[in-house]
């Protein structure tokens, strides 16, 4: 019967079976890493409903802070603003007679009647001096300076309440209605404000510069509030996200340059990593080849560097580099 024992192999043996063994297993390249490209698309959303009446844009065409993204229709907001407008000057006109009291007419016959009360006033004084000095030389009653001096106290009276109404016709109206009159301004003022707010929703402006990478709706579509008509391409919006195993996840650092490649590509690009993920996740099925059989990696993310897919700029193009492309990552 055949022994399986030491001593029945040779040295030679042995050593040519090891190095076959060994050079079987797969290759091991610890600053090398498998990933892929991802982008960080901004959306510009429609903030109201309506039908699109202006979106001439195509993907591929560059978009610069303040340009127009696409344009709702705007009759009834228009109509809103015109409504609220009016609406103020209304109210300022109402605070404006709140405080100007009288007019001008009701306040010249005011004066007239004063003046005329004035006149009685005067007679009345002067027919009490001369009825009194007949009573006192017995040539008149006793009752006639009665009388006199009640017609003359009558017309000084009247004289007074005519100067009174005068003064409160120059007054405003009281605290409470000049109050109410400056808060229906404000409120018109509000009005006006949050029309024309909306009205300028309608046109939809970008906030950050980039290239078109899709769009979703075409002028004479309906578009519901909250959806996206136009996706961008930022300058920095390509990403890289590779997987690191946990024993060569001490190399790896936010803040740190990796570099990156793409078969077909001969330029290499850099990119700086700003996310390391916190717990392992199993081995993506994309990922899972020959030479990265681990069984948990961790994600880790970087931002490529200096790059801009824009045609104008003198950056570095990253025309090979798009989404969902598998790349290599090599820790520097």
Not at 35 to 58: C, H, K, M, N, R
Not at 87 to 101: D, F, K, P, T, V
Not at 191 to 206: C, D, E, M, P, Y
Not at 213 to 225: L, M, N, P, S
């Amino acid at each position: 019967m055949f022994k399986h024992n030491l001593g029945f192999y040779s040295l030679p043996f042995i050593f040519t079976t090891v190095c076959m063994l060994s050079a079987c297993q797969p290759k091991q390249t610890p600053d090398y890493f498998t990933g892929y490209v991802e982008a960080e698309l901004i959306y510009i959303a429609a903030p109201q409903s309506g039908w699109l009446t202006q979106q001439a844009l195509q993907a591929g065409q560059e978009l610069q802070v303040g340009d127009l993204a696409f344009q709702l229709d705007d009759e009834q907001q228009q109509a809103q603003v015109q409504e609220a407008m009016a609406r103020l000057i209304q109210a300022q006109a109402e605070e404006r007679n709140s405080q100007q009291g009288a007019r001008v007419q009701e306040l010249d016959e005011l004066y007239a009647q004063r003046k005329q009360a004035k006149v009685a006033v005067d007679f009345a004084k002067q027919e009490q001096s001369r009825w009194l000095d007949l009573v006192e030389q017995g040539l008149a009653p006793a009752a006639k300076a009665t009388e006199v001096e009640s017609n003359h106290a009558s017309s000084l009276a009247n004289l007074q309440a005519i100067d009174a109404s005068i003064a409160v016709a120059k007054l405003g109206a009281r605290e409470e209605l000049l109050a109410s009159a400056e808060a229906g301004e404000q409120a018109a003022q509000a009005a006006l404000s949050q029309a024309q707010w909306s009205l300028a929703q309608r046109r939809v402006q970008a906030n950050v510069a980039g290239m078109v990478e899709e769009v979703f709706y075409r002028q004479g579509e309906y578009v519901t509030a909250g959806k996206p008509v136009v996706a961008l391409m930022p300058k920095d919006g390509l990403i890289v996200r590779f997987f690191v195993p946990q024993a060569e996840l001490i190399k790896v650092a936010v803040g740190k340059t990796v570099e990156v490649s793409a078969d077909g590509s001969e330029q290499s690009f850099q990119a700086t990593v700003f996310h390391i993920a916190d717990s392992a996740e199993f081995t993506p099925p994309v990922i899972y080849d020959q030479e990265n059989r681990q069984k948990l990696l961790f994600l880790v993310e970087a931002r490529l560097q200096g790059l801009d897919q824009r045609p104008s700029t003198n950056a570095p193009r990253a025309t090979n580099l798009r989404p969902g492309l598998p790349v290599k990552v090599h820790l520097s």
